[in-house]
């Protein structure tokens, strides 16, 4: 096909549609066009002139986050609920219970300190200190620790008026069921009242 050298100059794009519409033609096009499209002065787009209101409302017009009520461009509300809204949900990094994130910083200064018993050492670990604890940690019990806590406990019970604590005995349980016994068969025979030994007034 062979085209004449002025085809260049007989093809022109239409400022409105972006189409490529020849130029015998571009005046009634145009006309067309600016009658019945719109260019949006938010995001550029060519949208029917009918349709500008609802396309403003559906694609730019602010909305709220559902969770917050906070006022926002759509592009931004999936990055907002995600990321940066108050009220969306995270974890707490310690014991995992979901809470809403403007809530997380108080909850994780109270939880944090919390503490476990390291199985390697035997000591007891504040949570926020766990990991740096086991990356230390070389798996020696802290007997000092526990004599400590042993101490503590003995002197505890001492303030009480308690001794230390006995064993279960079997002899021991023998002879205080011998002597409960004993001391019903006694009471029966001292309180066994025959009748007839009493007198009516």
């Known amino acids: 096909m062979v085209f004449p050298n002025n085809f260049e100059r007989s093809i022109l794009c239409c400022i409105f549609s972006d189409r490529a519409i020849p130029s015998s033609n571009i005046d009634l096009h145009y006309a067309h066009c600016s009658r019945n499209l719109e260019k949006c002065k938010v995001c550029g787009d060519i949208v029917p002139k009918k349709y500008a209101e609802e396309h403003f409302?559906?694609?730019?017009?602010?909305?709220?986050?559902?969770?917050?009520?906070?006022t926002m461009e759509p592009e931004i509300l999936a990055v907002h609920k995600g990321e940066n809204c108050p009220r969306r949900i995270v974890t707490c990094e310690?014991?995992?219970?979901?809470?809403?994130?403007?809530?997380?910083?108080?909850?994780?200064?109270?939880?944090?300190?919390?503490?476990?018993?390291?199985?390697?050492?035997?000591?007891?670990?504040?949570?926020?200190?766990?990991?740096?604890?086991?990356?230390?940690?070389?798996?020696?019990?802290?007997?000092?620790?526990?004599?400590s806590r042993n101490t503590r406990e003995a002197e505890r019970e001492r303030a009480a008026g308690r001794g230390p604590r006995h064993e279960f005995l079997p002899?021991?349980?023998?002879?205080?069921?011998?002597?409960?016994?004993?001391?019903?068969?006694?009471?029966?025979?001292?309180?066994?009242?025959?009748?007839?030994?009493?007198?009516?007034h």
């Open 57 to 70: 409302l559906s694609t730019h017009a602010p909305v709220s986050c559902s969770l917050c009520s906070e």
């Open 94 to 147: 310690y014991c995992e219970f979901p809470l809403p994130a403007i809530d997380l910083f108080e909850h994780q200064e109270v939880c944090g300190n919390r503490t476990e018993l390291c199985h390697l050492c035997r000591r007891y670990v504040r949570l926020r200190e766990r990991i740096d604890h086991e990356s230390r940690c070389n798996g020696v019990p802290n007997i000092t620790a526990e004599s």
């Open 171 to 200: 002899k021991r349980l023998l002879f205080t069921i011998a002597i409960t016994g004993i001391a019903v068969l006694l009471g029966s025979l001292f309180f066994q009242r025959k009748p007839g030994n009493y007198e009516m």
